[in-house]
């Protein structure tokens, strides 16, 4: 049994492995509709029990699907819709029910925390779809992106991030140490990556460039990330940050700083940060990073219940 909480804890080889096996199984499935099982079906009889606490649509069925064409099962449950959420039930007891119904538990949450205490109290797998400081099951599925776009390991290629620092950042932080890529950061002063993370990755002997001029954030840049400026639960003065990251905006112009070949990539719902004509037009790939979520999650799912191979 492993957890797949955050990036930073888990082993590089055992990330490579992952995306390996995501590959194979991509490839495997070119001819299968969406709800056929995969061959062996090495997931048949497994429950994975689902928890939202926050919003989600690219998560929430990627994860259905995952679990379904590997021959498993999920029920999807909300925390108010419990006595956790309802009832005043503790942690320790709603992992001890849940440990009992399934065979693995996927948390999407605001704190933390929470997720540190399911892990300490389940007996199953623990994966975090997105909490405040990571979304580890994202990021990974944007390095098999970008791998298969690109054709070449993600390693050999300059990646450029511009935007909030946010959990989608502080994965791709985290990637960028565990798969060796050089990544550069553009934000506003205010909005850099703390000094936590900033001390994890010199203390990986690694180093992030941060750039508080976004021309100079995508200079030879393959490949740009980015997400909303706004997060859903963002308590800020909306108005003000939003012209706080005004001269950010990808659009054709900045673009034009990077590589000819750049590519754009966005983890989705978007805002004001990208232009239509970026969003929409034939450097960007959002749709192929969405649908690329669920065969790594199969991949990931198989890691966690000791089945990858």
């Known amino acids: 049994m492993k957890h797949f909480i955050n990036l930073k804890d888990i082993p590089a080889k055992d990330l490579k492995k992952i995306i390996t096996d995501a590959k194979k199984r991509k490839k495997l499935r070119k001819n299968l509709n969406t709800l056929e099982v995969d061959k062996g079906a090495p997931l048949k009889g497994k429950m994975l029990i689902q928890m939202f606490e926050k ?8 994860f259905y699907l995952a679990i379904k064409q590997l021959g498993g099962g ?14 005043g039930e503790s942690i320790a007891d709603t992992a001890k029910i849940l440990s009992t119904y399934g065979d693995g538990f996927m948390l999407r ?5 929470k997720v540190e205490s399911f892990k300490n109290h ?8 997105l909490s405040p400081s990571s979304h580890p099951t994202q990021v990974l599925s944007d390095v098999f992106t970008v791998e298969e ?32 890529f050089k990544l550069s950061i553009g934000c506003p002063k205010k ?22 001029d976004p021309k100079k954030a995508v200079k030879g840049a393959d490949v740009i990330f980015s997400d909303k400026v706004i997060s859903l639960n963002d308590k800020v003065n909306k108005k003000k940050k939003i012209e706080q990251f005004k001269k950010f905006k990808i659009d054709k112009k900045l673009m034009s700083f990077a590589k000819r070949d750049c590519i754009f990539l966005h983890c989705l719902p978007r805002g004001s940060e990208v232009s239509d004509e970026i969003f929409l037009g034939n ?27």
Do not use: M
């Not at 919003?55 to 990627?62: D, G, K, L, V």
């Not at 949450?109 to 925390?113: A, K, P």
């Open 283 to 309: 450097k960007s790939h959002v749709w192929q990073q969405a649908l690329n979520r669920v065969h790594v999650q199969k991949s990931i799912l198989l890691y966690c219940f000791g089945k990858l191979r």
């Open 122 to 129: 389940l007996t199953i797998p623990v994966i975090n779809g």
């Open 74 to 87: 999920t029920l999807t449950l909300r925390s108010n819709e419990l006595h956790l959420g309802q009832g």
């Open 109 to 113: 949450t605001d704190s933390d925390e």
């Open 149 to 180: 776009i690109k054709k070449k390991p993600i390693s050999k290629l300059n990646i450029c991030w511009i935007g909030d620092s946010n959990n989608v950042l502080d994965s791709l932080i985290a990637a960028s140490v565990k798969f060796s």
């Open 191 to 212: 909005f850099e990556p703390g000094k936590e993370v900033k001390t994890w990755v010199k203390k990986n002997n690694k180093k992030i460039f941060i750039y508080n």
């Open 55 to 62: 919003a989600s649509s690219r998560t929430r069925i990627s």
